[in-house]
């Protein structure tokens, strides 16, 4: 059987922390940034981690099932 590929736009978007959770970037930070406020921008700028509702999709996404 062959070997399984991971999604190419989940690898570019998702990385496994230490203890085996996903982080993740948030959106809304890429254009139109006159409207937001600093405070919002800042916020955004941080990364974050998947909820755990989405990791079981994002997991296999990326094959770790």
Known sequence: MPKQKTKSSAKKRFKLTGTG????????????????????????????????ADANNVKQQLRLK
């Open 21 to 52: 959770k996903i982080k993740r970037k948030h959106a809304f930070k890429s254009h139109i940034l006159t409207k937001k406020s600093k405070k919002r921008k800042l916020k955004l700028t941080h990364s974050t981690l998947v909820h755990e």
